[in-house]
């Protein structure tokens, strides 16, 4: 083996270096830049979507907190026309209540006054029936004939006394 003869170590160290230095220098000069730019492109954007990342990240907590705002406002609205129909709702039972109340007293007094007028019609004819009898039963006893004036007179004053 030719590279392993003492002989032939000094071309091949000189060799060596040549070419040491060549790959060196093309490293140096073509390489490394290329290595360096994609490395600091990758940096770059890798800052850049981080950025946009944070950027994203902030518009997402402001949009969560315009909608949580958004949210306490609508349910605000709603509790507000859920008391105004709760008022409404009050008013037309109350005004249906004494609607209804009024309807009530007028039943009320309507009934009172058929009662009375019943009640004096009754009366009326409790009258006729006591003259009648109190005539029948004075011809039958006494058999005397009684007027009918006389009669609804004693009636009258005994209806009178009695209560």
């Avoid at 990758?42 to 949210?71: G, M, W």
């Avoid at 409790?126 to 006494?142: F, G, W």
């Amino acid at each position: 083996m030719p590279q392993l003869n003492i002989a032939d170590f000094p071309p091949q160290l000189v060799w060596l270096a040549i070419s040491f230095v060549i790959l060196y220098i093309l490293m140096a000069k073509l390489a490394i830049p290329g290595i360096s730019d994609v490395l600091e492109s990758r940096q770059n954007r890798i800052s850049s979507d981080l950025e946009e990342a944070k950027r994203l990240s902030e518009d997402a907590d402001k949009a969560k907190a315009d909608y949580e705002e958004a949210l306490a406002e609508a349910r605000s609205k709603a509790h507000g026309i859920v008391s105004e129909l709760k008022a409404s709702m009050a008013k037309e039972q109350d005004a249906s209540k004494a609607e209804l109340d009024a309807k009530l007293a007028k039943k009320a007094q309507a009934a009172e006054a058929s009662i009375l007028e019943a009640k004096e019609s009754a009366l009326s004819h409790v009258r006729e029936i006591a003259a009648d009898t109190a005539k029948s039963a004075v011809s039958k006893l006494v058999a005397f004939d009684v007027s009918d004036k006389e009669v609804e007179a004693a009636v009258a004053s005994s209806m009178k006394g009695g209560s």
